[in-house]
C-alpha cells in the first residue's frame, strides 16, 4: 500500500492550499481515509476524515469551517482544501487509510500512512 500525499507548502497566514493523497495498492473505494498533523514536539492529532463513499465526513473542532475533506474514489485520491490557514496550522500533514468503511477519529484506527508533507503558514 502507497500514499502519497501532495501539496504542503509556505503560504500567508489567510491564504489557502489544497492536499491531495494518492492511493494504491488497496481497494480505495472501500477504505476511509484520514487526515492528521503533527507539528515539532506535539502528538499527532486528528485533522479531518471520510467515510469510503464521502457521505460521512468529520472535522477536527480546530479546523471547522476552515478546512474540507473529500475524495475521487475514481482516482483513488483523497484531498484536503485548507482555508483561512492560521499560523498554528503549521505541521507535517499525513494522509492515513482504514481496511474499513467506516470513518473515526482515532489515529490507531488506521492501518496505513503516508510519508507526509510540510505545510508551513507565515504570519
Known amino acids: 500500500v502507497q500514499l502519497q500525499a501532495s501539496g504542503g507548502g509556505l503560504v500567508q497566514a489567510g491564504g489557502s492550499l489544497r492536499l491531495s493523497c494518492a492511493a494504491s495498492?488497496?481497494?480505495?473505494?472501500?477504505?476511509?481515509m484520514g487526515w492528521f498533523r503533527q507539528a515539532p514536539g506535539k502528538e499527532r492529532e486528528f485533522v479531518a476524515a471520510?467515510?469510503?463513499?464521502?457521505?460521512?465526513?468529520y472535522h477536527a473542532d480546530s479546523v471547522e469551517g476552515r478546512f474540507t475533506i473529500s475524495r475521487d474514489n475514481a482516482k483513488n485520491t483523497v484531498y484536503l482544501q485548507m482555508n483561512s490557514l492560521k499560523p498554528e496550522d503549521t505541521a507535517v500533514y499525513y494522509c492515513a487509510a482504514r481496511r474499513a468503511p467506516i470513518a473515526t477519529k482515532g489515529r490507531y484506527e488506521y492501518d496505513y500512512w503516508g510519508q507526509g508533507t510540510q505545510v508551513t503558514v507565515s504570519s
Open positions: 495498492g488497496l481497494t480505495f473505494s472501500s477504505s476511509a
Open positions: 471520510i467515510s469510503w463513499s464521502g457521505s460521512s465526513t
